[in-house]
């Protein structure tokens, strides 16, 4: 009876007997998980420092034309203009980019890179004045030099779905807000600004004097022209 019993005993460890050293690590394995404990958190990842930025609500865009966010700072100095021209091609049947901020006396060149022959005509939002009027061939340009303040229409009177806007203000940082109105301001250093908010729509028109932070300055909306006189705004720090 006791020799059965050995017998079966034997039968019954003998398949894990065949891979000892498989067993063995086995055990190993789940020893070392056992007294590792959970896994530690992921490190954070570093994103580094964050850039200034001023962001906040504009009015929306006015017959397709949005509006136009610049600083400048308030002591009035304003650094030196952009020498650099700014090109605006027509390429794809439209202006590229279609939306364009330059500094006042800064020159704009229109290209044409198309096999299209296109026209080039620019005038005054205010007022309706044409600056220039342009046919421009295939491979050629012209170009135009801005000395005055404000908003500028753009379009191709051969191509009447063709058009765009340059905003030539007088600050060294200027934005396109949205169709909507939002707004976004990247690199901005800390300090006093004039905000100038400007808009098809005179009516539209503000400017304000900001404190802006070293990260984010949320900018409450602001509608109508108004004095110079003091907008609140807060810094997320």
């Known amino acids: 009876m006791t020799s059965l019993v050995l017998r079966a005993a034997v039968q019954t460890v003998a398949p894990w007997s065949v891979r000892p050293r498989s067993s063995l690590a086995l055990v190993a394995v789940l020893a070392q998980l056992a007294c590792s404990g959970p896994a530690p958190d992921p490190m954070p990842e570093d994103d580094g420092p964050k ?3 001023i962001q906040g609500m504009a009015p929306p865009a006015v017959r397709g034309l949005p509006s136009v966010v610049e600083l400048r700072p308030e002591g009035g100095d304003t650094g ?10 027509q390429l794809g049947l439209q ?4 939306f364009v901020t330059v500094r006042v006396g800064q020159t704009v060149v229109f290209t044409n890179s198309e096999t299209l022959s296109h026209n080039v005509h620019v005038t005054a939002v205010d007022g309706g004045e044409t600056l220039l009027n342009a046919d421009t061939e295939p491979s050629s340009q012209v170009e135009l030099r801005l000395d005055q303040p404000g908003g500028y229409h753009v379009g191709c009177d051969t191509h009447p779905g063709m058009t765009g806007l340059i905003y030539a203000g007088t600050g060294p940082y200027a934005a396109f807000a949205e169709q909507d109105g939002r707004f976004s301001l990247e690199g901005v250093p800390p300090g006093r600004y004039v905000l100038t908010v400007w808009s098809a729509d005179p009516g539209l028109r503000s400017e304000r004097v900001i404190d802006a932070g070293p990260e984010t300055t949320e900018i409450e909306p602001s509608g109508g022209s108004r004095p110079l006189s003091p907008l609140t705004a807060s810094s997320d720090r």
């Open 95 to 98: 202006f590229s980019p279609r």
């Open 80 to 89: 030196e203009t952009e020498a650099r021209p700014v090109t605006m091609d």
């Open 51 to 53: 850039r200034p930025r």
